[in-house]
């Protein structure tokens, strides 16, 4: 390709926005402009353009794919096609959609490695959330599937066995992928010659069994958009509430899951003293965001860029608990997040999160309630208020 074509080279989608006030969906042009990392949105309605190419830095590439939600000037698009042929073979062939379910048994002991290895293999968490199966549920998400009465009531108890975690994934060949994974029996069992080659890290993580037998994966796109459908789409009340009594709100910032820092943060956090006890990922619209950070306004010189990043991309929201029910949740958290400054964080508390994972105040890599009083406040907009 010449450079003068790279330097054309853009990524064409259709995208819906559901406009409130009118209580309907339009339907907009967005366009990617690959070399000046440029976003322009045609309304196909008005046949007007509603945002000329813009350079917006809080958008990359990787945040353009069919399923995904972006954030430009505040305005929530959905991703819902290709506009071009173009665009549909540079990316339907790879960036495919999957979803992966895992199991009360597993994820408690395992979450953390499980998000890192698969972000380090270049499969990205695109939604996620922690469900709460009710054996009503559980009849309901399994009455589309193949009918073996041995694999259902095994797989019944295991999900009424507390909660679980879904996830929706986006990666290169991602169904293929994750089923090899499945199916994977260690480096000493009878592998099958036709699944795609793992990675080292990826067979390490599913050679062990309560690995592999604790999550459930669909096989094919066609199940993995049922799957999908089912967990994020029906609006079926699912999503595990949260406990309410000493917990706290963690917010994983957008610029650490697009850092691919989503797993270390997740691990951090289980592996010293918390547990997480609700969860769901979210893309905030920048009001949202200005009514959450209202506190900090015209207190903190940050304000402004603190609502900006919040708004920039997906968000991971965490009720969290201490695993000693005697200390406050609250304190030891905040603790354990340490000061706003991560520069600060690194001279005086090197083994808190913001020390490891943070860059500047804006992205510190982490949000903690810090008034006791807030938790409750908090922790019911971003589970109960926010939809």
């Given amino acids: 390709m010449t450079s003068a074509a790279q330097a054309e080279r853009r990524l064409a989608f259709v995208a819906e926005w559901y406009q409130a006030e009118a209580a309907i969906i339009r339907t907009f042009l967005v366009t990617y402009f690959v070399a000046d990392e440029a976003v322009e949105v045609f309304d196909q309605r008005s046949k007007k353009t509603f945002l000329r190419r813009t350079k917006i830095p809080e958008l990359t590439q990787r945040d353009f794919f069919v399923g995904s939600k972006i954030n430009v000037f505040g305005r929530q698009f959905d991703i819902v096609d290709y506009a071009d042929e173009a665009t549909r073979s540079n990316l339907a062939k790879y960036r495919k959609r999957g979803f992966v379910l895992l199991k009360n048994n597993m994820w408690h002991k395992h979450l953390g490695k499980f998000l890192k290895t698969l972000i380090n293999n270049k499969i990205n968490i695109n939604n996620g959330q922690m469900v709460q199966f009710t054996p009503k549920m559980v009849t309901l998400f399994l009455s589309g599937k193949p009918k073996n009465e041995v694999v259902s009531s095994v797989l019944m108890n295991e999900l009424l066995a507390g909660?679980?975690?879904?996830?929706?994934?986006?990666?290169?060949?991602?169904?293929?992928?994750?089923?090899?994974?499945?199916?994977?029996?260690?480096?000493?069992?009878?592998?099958?010659?036709?699944?795609?080659?793992?990675?080292?890290?990826?067979?390490?993580?599913?050679?062990?069994?309560?690995?592999?037998?604790?999550?459930?994966?669909?096989?094919?796109?066609?199940?993995?958009?049922?799957?999908?459908?089912?967990?994020?789409?029906?609006?079926?009340?699912i999503m595990k509430d949260c406990l309410?009594?000493?917990?706290?709100?963690?917010?994983?910032?957008?610029?650490?899951?697009?850092?691919?820092?989503?797993?270390?943060?997740?691990?951090?956090?289980?592996?010293?003293?918390?547990?997480?006890?609700?969860?769901?990922?979210?893309?905030?619209?920048?009001?949202?965001?200005?009514?959450?950070?209202?506190?900090?306004?015209?207190?903190?010189?940050?304000?402004?860029?603190?609502?900006?990043?919040l708004a920039s991309g997906v968000c991971m929201c965490l009720e969290i608990a201490s695993a000693d029910p005697e200390k406050s949740s609250y304190g030891e958290f905040r603790t354990f997040c340490g000061p706003m400054d991560p520069e600060i964080a690194k001279l005086l508390r090197p083994h808190t999160l913001r020390a490891k994972f943070g860059k500047s105040k804006v992205l510190n890599a982490i949000h903690c309630t810090d008034l006791p009083d807030d938790t409750n406040l908090e922790l019911q907009y971003m589970f109960k208020i926010l939809d």
């Fill in 163 to 237: 909660p679980a975690i879904s996830l929706e994934l986006i990666g290169d060949n991602v169904v293929e992928i994750m089923t090899a994974c499945v199916k994977y029996k260690g480096p000493d069992g009878v592998n099958d010659s036709s699944s795609v080659k793992l990675s080292s890290s990826l067979e390490e993580l599913f050679e062990q069994e309560d690995v592999r037998y604790g999550i459930y994966c669909p096989a094919t796109e066609e199940d993995v958009a049922i799957d999908l459908k089912f967990f994020f789409e029906d609006r079926l009340s």
């Fill in 244 to 309: 309410f009594k000493n917990s706290t709100l963690a917010i994983i910032k957008p610029h650490s899951i697009k850092d691919g820092l989503l797993g270390d943060i997740v691990d951090e956090i289980l592996a010293n003293g918390f547990n997480v006890t609700a969860m769901r990922m979210i893309l905030m619209a920048r009001i949202n965001c200005e009514e959450f950070y209202e506190v900090y306004r015209g207190i903190l010189p940050e304000y402004i860029p603190m609502v900006a990043q």
